[in-house]
């Protein structure tokens, strides 16, 4: 092999290694970072929960957040003693999803998610503070961070949000089918973009069911999923 072909196989070999999870379809063993998922996950905690996300509810934050709340305030646990995990598929996969990604596929019209007017979302609106929250130290204050419901405060919290591997391949197949990707773009390519633009501290797991039943029977999560009317 000549220097440039060598090159060009390690160019290669770089750009799938540096895909989250890797470019197959059902996610392999070896392109899996188990390490990064333990390390995230198995954190010294006195309480674990994993809540899990199908159909897109975006309340299920608040719920999080009265659940940290609960924990910490009511029942006095440390709050850096708290496990707590999202573990979002299906549709909810989006809340993993940066700007960018929800901005080019046009996700809130790929997948009918919409805002409380019946919208298209255009961006992932659910990531950071609608409002400048303060560091008080009164829950009660409404503008206190214990009652920020954005990702991005739960994650300061201690919250971990995992995503889905399995999802992001069957949502990029369907993005390409329906017309929401650019010209020339296949369901690969949109899914490796897709791994490689989500939002900060995003965990990859190769599915979400799996990992459910990992944190469950591994690392003694208790399990929580919320139904809506």
Known sequence: MNRASFLSSATIAAAATSVPGGSNFVERRANFD???????????????????AVSFHPAIFNNMKNGLNGLHFGFGYRPDRIGMVLAPHGPSSAYTYSDDVWQKYRIGEAFGLKDAAGKALDSNIFLRPPNVFLSTTDPDDPQSVFQDTSIATLQSRGMVVLTCHTAVEEQARAIVKNGFAPAGMDASAVADDILTHLIPGAVVVPAMIAAIAELQQRYHYS??????A
């Open 223 to 228: 399990y929580l999923t919320l139904t809506f």
């Open 34 to 52: 188990a390490a990064a998922f333990a390390r995230a996950v198995n954190k010294p905690a006195d309480i674990r929960q994993v809540w899990e």
